[in-house]
């Protein structure tokens, strides 16, 4: 190619590039439109969705500033809260009857949110000094060193678990009861977060997770551990299941 038209045809190329540019500009004006006008939207609905619980607080005389804060948290975030509201006390009491309050080890809670299945194992008969509150959101955090003082609150990823717990926990652990969104993940993350809970827990020891689906969060073939599942729970709005994993005692 001779050099005139080999210049030819870098300005060709440079109109080109200009009008891409001139696009891409447009196209992120565009997006970054779609972007603010939902963030205004989901924002005026969250709005109302608290003055409407405000006004039903009013109303019965009760103050509902979990469920607030749980609606908040969705609306920013809808894949990584779990749920809506804050489980129920039934399912809450459903999860912790899987935990034995006389077992040694530390009993870990994985997306605990404002802390109902941490009420519930309390309640249950697990001192607050042997649970570990792994949560990702930091509001929720505050919240649940001011309730449970003695209990060890750690701000991360539930999903990096072995990092987050592996130089931590003293001796393995005696159960770990998840509150995460699990079928919300991949299947390999789901597969990989029960894989490193069981292997920071007992042999036997369980791993309790709830799931609105009907479907199991994880399946027995995929695992190689025992699996169970309670009855479903039609009084939990909405109603949901409890899946429990266990890695067996080969000794």
């Known amino acids: 190619m ?10 060709k190329i440079e109109r080109h590039i200009r009008l891409l540019e001139a696009k891409k500009y447009l196209i992120e004006r565009k997006i970054g439109r779609h972007i603010r006008q939902f963030e205004r939207k989901r924002d005026d609905f969250g709005k109302k969705i608290e003055e409407q619980i405000r006004q039903f607080e009013r109303k019965k005389g ?3 500033d979990d469920e607030v804060r749980f609606i908040r948290s969705w609306l920013e975030r809808p894949l990584s809260t779990g749920a809506v509201t804050p489980s129920g006390k039934i399912l809450a009491r459903a999860m912790a009857s899987y935990v034995d309050p006389h077992s040694d080890g530390p ?6 949110g404002t802390g109902p299945v941490t009420e519930a194992l309390v309640e249950a008969g697990v001192a607050p000094s042997r649970l570990v509150l792994v949560e990702f959101n930091p509001a929720f955090c505050r919240i649940l060193r001011a309730r449970y003082p ?10 990096s678990l072995r990092r987050l717990l592996e ?5 393995p652990a005696a159960a770990v009861v998840s509150g995460l ?5 991949p299947i390999k993350q789901r597969l990989r977060l029960i894989r490193d809970a069981l292997d920071l827990m007992v042999p036997g020891a369980p791993f309790v997770q709830f799931t609105y689906s009907v479907a199991a969060p994880l399946p027995k073939r995929l695992g190689g551990f025992a699996v169970e599942a309670s009855e479903r729970i039609w009084m939990n709005l909405p109603p949901a299941r409890v899946w429990v994993y266990r890695k067996p005692d080969d000794r």
């Open 2 to 11: 001779s050099l005139p038209a080999l210049q030819k045809f870098e300005r």
């Open 62 to 64: 009760i103050h509902l």
């Open 107 to 112: 009993v870990v809670e994985l997306g605990p």
């Open 150 to 159: 003695d209990a060890t609150v750690v701000q991360g990823d539930a999903y």
């Open 167 to 171: 130089t931590l926990l003293i001796q």
């Open 181 to 185: 969104p699990l079928v919300t993940k």
